[in-house]
Every structure is written in C-alpha cells, then in structure tokens.
C-alpha cells in the first residue's frame, strides 16, 4: 500500500542545535517533494521544493535532501530558535502540476531556549 | 485579497443536514484546491479546479460532497446529509497556475453533531 510516514513524536532540540526531520515514503514515485510549515491554528505555508533529479536544496538555514533510492527526505533547519518551533509537513507532487499533493502526518519540532 | 479566505470559520451543523463552505481565493489566481485535514493528520486532497474547470475530483469521498466555481474565481463544498465522519477542517488553497506555488487559507472548521 502506499503510504508516507513522518515521525509522529514529537522533536525536542536546544536552540542553535541542528533540528532534522525525515519524511518516507512507500509505493510512490513523486516528480517533486515539498515541505510545508503548519503552525496551531493556521494553514500550511510552503517552504521549500525539491526535484527528483535534485539531490539537495537550501534556502537560508533551511536545507532538503531527497533519495528517490532511499525514497527519503530529510529537512534541516541549521542554527535553530524557538520560533522554528512549528508542524513540519512533507508532501509529495506526482506531476509538474502540484494538483494533488499528497501529505505526511506531519512532525512535530519543539525548540527550546 | 491578501490571502486565501474561507467562510464560515467555525460551522456547527446538525447531522443530515446540507452546509456549504466559501472559499474567495488570492485574486489573480487560476487554480484552486480543496483539502481537508484531520486532528493530527496531513491534509487529504479533496478536488481542483482550474478558472471554472473542475480538473480532479477523485479526493471527494462520496456522492454527498460536491464542489463548484461557476465565474474562476469563488468556489463552494457542498456537503450534503452531513454525518459526524464529516467533522475536519476543510481547506482551501489556489496558486497561480500549475505548478505554482500553493497558498492555503484558515479554513474552515465543520462539526457534525
């Protein structure tokens, strides 16, 4: 079956730390990868997109791996603050068109001072 | 507007009977996306539309739910015979075409008693 896990526990980092988040996937060849930023309350706000040829993309302290291989994602966010305490969803784009993403559960970072 | 905007924030409804849910997308924006999310879940697509077209409805789980954009721009979900499975937070989303990045509004939050 196809599915797409994301930690479901919560992660708990000291501030400045380097937080990383996974994201599998399985029985999906996405075409892109995105992660998206929830906070309580509010939609999801994109951040960042990764192609499936691309092996890895930054975006000032954000950084997204993908291995179509591995078929794993893993999302860095370098030198973190507590206002980097948010949802962090990944989701999958099967085509150029991003009609349809598919999304993970979502996980959960905590950033501590 | 500034932003996606969807109406009613909160809607409580009786079970069996029909609700509809606004969304007013960014202005200028073709494409437009329905989603609804769970407590603790990723959102789950429901359907899209491209200016008036409704492109992909396969996410819309049964014959009760339908979704239109008569003019390109507002759309409406009509969920009708509401049961209490159909509690969530149902979002909106649009971007500017295909392949663009997605903006998702507050949505709206529907509880079925």
């Known amino acids: 079956s196809q599915k797409i896990e994301q930690n479901s526990e919560a992660l708990n980092i000291q501030e400045g730390k380097t937080a990383t988040l996974t994201c599998n996937y399985t029985?999906?060849?996405?075409?892109?990868l995105q992660w998206y930023r929830q906070d309580p309350g509010r939609g999801p706000v994109f951040l960042l997109l990764?192609?499936?040829?691309?092996k890895e993309k930054r975006k000032e302290r954000l950084k997204v791996t993908f291995d179509t291989t591995l078929k794993q994602s893993l999302f860095h966010i370098t030198a973190s603050q507590p206002a980097d305490s948010a949802t962090y969803l990944c989701?999958?784009?099967?085509?150029?068109?991003?009609?349809?993403?598919?999304f993970g559960t979502g996980t959960r970072l905590l950033v501590s001072p | 507007g500034a932003g996606v905007s969807q109406s009613p924030r909160y809607k409580v409804t009786k079970r069996g009977q029909d609700v509809a849910l606004r969304c007013d997308p960014i202005?200028?924006?073709?494409?437009l996306y329905w989603y609804r999310q769970a407590l603790g879940q990723g959102p789950e697509f429901l359907t899209y539309?491209?200016?008036?077209?409704?492109?992909?409805k396969s996410g819309l789980p049964n014959d009760r739910f339908s979704a239109e954009r008569p003019e390109g721009s507002i759309s409406t979900l009509t969920i009708q015979r509401t049961e209490q499975r159909d509690s969530a937070m149902y979002r909106c989303?649009?971007?500017?075409?295909?392949?663009?990045?997605?903006?998702f509004g507050e949505g709206s939050w529907l509880t079925v008693v």
């Open positions: 989303a649009s971007s500017l075409g295909s392949g663009n990045t997605i903006y």
């Open positions: 029985n999906y060849s996405p075409a892109y």
């Open positions: 990764i192609r499936e040829n691309e």
């Open positions: 989701a999958l784009a099967m085509n150029t068109g991003f009609q349809k993403l598919v």
């Open positions: 202005s200028g924006h073709v494409s």
């Open positions: 539309f491209n200016y008036e077209a409704q492109q992909d």
